[in-house]
């Protein structure tokens, strides 16, 4: 079979949206099927081949290209923090600041990006003529205009992230949202979401309506780590240390780390040794106050790839995760955090937390509850015993079979080979 992936967006960074697509689409790959993944690329687009897959960057606009390489590079300099990096872009190079802002509005995406995307994908399908193309939903936009679009054959909706019911930003939960998401559902031949979100799917008048055409998957990130030559640890931690390490998106919207970073600051104080390392994105000003008050033991890096991102899991003790504020959206990084075979200091904030059921599973796991009082000797004690000790892979691989790249690839491709032409 030919598979097209459409994802909307593919930088070079990959997010960990695209990091599951890529990794499907090299299984799949691997089991006799050509896959091609494409999406814009705002900064230095570029096709390439890897592991048998076809990823085709597709380029923005000129001008949002040359703003956003721009940008790359003026970040990349020494000491450059990438949210701090912004307004000093923009300062210093306000025309391709402009261009940037742009690139983020409505108006421009369904004027200018829209229809410019449309015609691309189309032109990939023309020459690919996919069996199967299969929309990825973040954002709803892309999967709307390609979904909806006429290109014979049949189409599949990927769902990893909730949209029309609960987002993240409550605003977009509109009848408007769910409007599209419904069009989207009802041209689907298929639709593959998350466990969780097809539980609420099921419940929602319109939804139900497509129960035929559900589908749950877990995010397939449960694989064993095999290290890079290339791959180093962005973090030179010090044995003589407890190392926390969380990898991923901090903000006090909906991941705020204030309960942990309190109890761990209360051991900081005792003399304890212990240091916590958080790296990706920080929007979160709380994180900014301990890093100022504790600056010897809180630390953040900005995002870094995701071999070096495995690379420096590999060398932490203990990895840190904090569960999201939505009741229906899981991490998908914690089957990472699972795959490293690490201690893990799980963050629980909300009672009925999508993500509890995963970490009940999980032999080496602490659960803070955010409304519930911590103990901090059981804090103190699992982090001393910590160092050092490991699952083995086929041992998380048994507990977590079904969210193995192997085994959601497997269902995808019965479900393209029931509708092939």
């Not at 030559?229 to 204030?258: H, M």
Request: charged share 25%; hydrophobic share 40%.
């Amino acid at each position: 079979m030919k598979i097209l992936f459409s994802v909307g967006e593919l930088e070079k960074d990959v997010n960990a949206t695209t990091k599951i697509v890529l990794q499907l689409a090299e299984r799949l790959s691997f089991l006799g099927h050509s896959c091609v993944v494409a999406g814009v690329c705002n900064a230095f687009p570029q096709d390439e081949e890897k592991n048998g897959v076809q990823i085709k960057r597709l380029p923005a606009v000129a001008p949002v290209v040359k703003a956003s390489e721009a940008f790359e590079k003026f970040f990349s300099q020494a000491g450059r923090n990438r949210n701090s990096s912004r307004m000093d872009f923009v300062k210093r190079h306000p025309v391709h600041g402009i261009s940037l802002f742009f690139k983020y509005r409505p108006e421009y995406y369904k004027k200018v990006e829209q229809p410019r995307y449309l015609k691309q994908i189309k032109a990939i399908a023309k020459d690919f003529a996919p069996d199967a193309l299969v929309c990825v939903c973040k954002p709803i936009l892309p999967v709307e205009t390609v979904a909806l679009s006429d290109i014979d054959c049949p189409v599949y909706f990927y769902q990893v992230d909730p949209w029309g019911l609960h987002r993240i930003d409550n605003a977009d939960a509109s009848e408007d949202i769910i409007s599209k998401e419904l069009a989207v559902f009802e041209r689907a031949n298929g639709i593959f979401t998350t466990p969780v979100l097809k539980k609420q799917y099921l419940h929602h008048t319109g939804y139900k309506t497509f129960s035929h055409k559900i589908q749950a998957v877990e995010f397939p990130n449960i694989r064993e780590y095999k290290p890079s030559q290339k791959a180093q640890s962005a973090i030179e931690f010090d044995d003589s240390y407890t190392n926390i390490l969380f990898c991923g998106i901090v903000t006090d919207e909906f991941r705020s780390p204030e309960y942990t970073l309190k109890l761990l600051a209360a051991l900081f104080e005792k003399g304890e040794r212990i240091r916590v390392y958080f790296v990706g994105v920080n929007n979160s000003k709380t994180l900014d106050r301990y890093i100022r008050k504790y600056p010897d033991s809180v630390f953040f890096l900005d995002r870094v790839d995701s071999d070096t991102a495995f690379a420096t899991m590999e060398r932490a003790d203990v990895l840190f995760n904090i569960s999201n504020t939505l009741d229906n959206q899981v991490p998908s990084k914690i089957f990472d955090y699972f795959s490293m075979g690490k201690p893990i200091l799980n963050l629980q904030k909300i009672k009925n937390c999508p993500a509890a059921e995963y970490f009940e599973k999980y032999p080496l796991c602490l659960t803070l509850r955010e409304w519930a009082e911590a103990d901090i000797e059981e804090i103190k004690i699992f982090l001393a015993e910590a160092k050092g000790k490991y699952i083995d892979f086929a041992q998380v691989e048994e507990i977590y079979r079904e969210a193995t790249v192997e085994y959601v690839a497997d269902i995808m491709e019965k479900t393209f080979a029931k509708n092939v032409k």
